[in-house]
């Protein structure tokens, strides 16, 4: 059974760092991408970027590079999202999912979210 | 960037109803590439339909996703009362993917 389980809520102050994590059981780790997904209080839905944990090949939005870093440590199966710097605008629920699909021109990697760990919830508060 | 219109914002039905919700895209999308999700209250989203109208393992068959280019529609025949919940669409034909806003599906 292929589970994704995310680390624990975040309370945080503007300006602190952050790293949380996303560990993949029962199914090959370094064989499919894994992606990161926010939703802000109240909020729709906002692809943030991909990692294939094979190789720690990357994508991001437009509007989440430079923001954020995603990463991947195969050994232990677990993908991360950090911050270096937290904005109370970063306040959201953050889930991680497997992500479907397919290699598309140069090699960018396009797909649908399959299976999703359950959510870590950042609050950042002065 | 391909933005994704969901429509309408809330459907107000009774169980047993159908449910159809849209979702317009502002450029067409590649070989139908569209997903659907369900997502309750405290939970995290659930993968209903990929590829425009392939159900995901597992799930009723009921929903059933249809649409192609620009107009894609999510229809769930016969509402049951575990179906009321947010839906979104989702294109992953050009990068950067992108979601619609949603559609609230609640109890008339």
């Known amino acids: 059974e292929v589970q994704l389980v995310q680390s624990g809520a975040e309370v945080k102050k503007p300006g602190e760092s952050l790293k949380i994590s996303c560990k993949g059981s029962?199914?090959?780790?370094?064989?499919?991408?894994i992606g990161w997904v926010r939703q802000m209080p109240g909020k729709g839905l906002e692809w943030m970027g991909i990692?294939?944990?094979?190789?720690?090949?990357?994508r991001y939005s437009p509007s989440f590079q430079g923001q954020v870093t995603i990463s991947a440590d195969k050994s232990i199966s677990t993908a991360y999202l950090q911050w270096s710097s937290l904005k109370a605008s970063d306040t959201a629920m953050y889930y991680c999912?497997?992500?479907?699909?397919?290699?598309?021109?140069?090699?960018?990697?396009?797909?649908?979210?399959?299976?999703w760990g359950q959510g870590t919830l950042v609050t950042v508060s002065s | 960037e391909i933005v994704l219109t969901q429509s309408p914002g809330t459907l107000s039905l009774s169980p047993g109803e159908r449910a159809t919700l849209s979702c317009r895209a502002s450029q067409s999308v590649s070989s139908s590439y569209l997903a659907w999700y369900q997502q309750k209250p405290g939970q995290a989203p659930r993968l209903l339909i990929y590829?425009?109208?392939s159900r995901a393992t597992g799930i009723p068959d009921r929903f059933s996703g249809s649409g192609s280019g620009t107009d894609f529609t999510l229809t769930i025949s016969r509402l049951e009362p575990e179906d009321f919940a947010v839906y979104y669409c989702q294109q992953y034909g050009s990068s950067p993917e992108t979601f619609g806003q949603g559609t609230k599906v609640e109890i008339k």
């Open positions: 029962g199914y090959s780790f370094t064989s499919y991408w």
């Open positions: 590829g425009a109208s």
């Open positions: 990692i294939y944990p094979g190789d720690s090949d990357t």
């Open positions: 999912a497997t992500l479907q699909g397919y290699y598309y021109g140069s090699g960018s990697y396009l797909g649908y979210f399959d299976y």
